[in-house]
């Protein structure tokens, strides 16, 4: 009983210099500049990277198995952007839409694939080979409706 009559001062006190400090905080939050994330941009060498392999049909099968595993969840099963976690996420790239990849050069879609875009699109990273990469490539170009 006497303990907690001598902590109430100290409490009170520590709630007083608790609301200044809130304030700081949001006064500094508030002056942050909302800035818009940074451009996305893919070095000039890698989109000038040519592809080495043909879109053969091996190319094209060994890209579609690894699509299966790692992009249809998102891309759809036939690429139209429609896969089961694309509820959640905005703009997963159609690869039907004859204008989706268009103007991007094997090597800058090669980039993407390694090193993800954005927030939602991630990257393959370490977990796939070149040659993996590049069969992919070939795979979401195949997937265009002319
Ligand atoms: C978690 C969901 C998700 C997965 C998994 C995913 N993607 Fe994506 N992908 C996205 C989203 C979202 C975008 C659009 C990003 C943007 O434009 O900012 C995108 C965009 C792309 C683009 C076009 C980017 C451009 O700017 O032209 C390519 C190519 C692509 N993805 C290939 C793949 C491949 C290949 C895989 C599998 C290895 C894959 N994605 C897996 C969500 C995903």
Not at 106 to 129: C, H, Q, S, T, V
């Amino acid at each position: 009983m006497k303990k907690q009559i001598l902590n109430r001062p100290a409490l009170q006190k520590s709630s007083l210099l608790f609301i200044p400090a809130l304030l700081f905080a949001f006064a500094l939050w508030a002056q942050t500049p909302k800035q818009p994330p940074a451009e996305y941009k893919i070095p000039p060498e890698a989109a000038a990277k040519q592809n080495p392999i043909k879109p053969s049909a091996e190319s094209l099968a060994r890209g579609k198995k690894l699509y299966g595993y790692d992009c249809a969840m998102c891309h759809g099963k036939d690429g139209d952007g429609k896969g089961d976690m694309a509820s959640d996420i905005k703009n997963v790239t159609d690869f039907t839409k004859s204008q989706a990849l268009k103007n991007r050069t094997d090597g800058e879609l090669f980039y993407i694939i390694r090193n993800g875009k954005g927030e939602d699109m991630p990257p393959e990273g370490d977990r796939a080979k070149d040659d993996d990469i590049w069969h992919l490539v070939n795979y979401v170009r195949s997937l265009e409706k002319k």
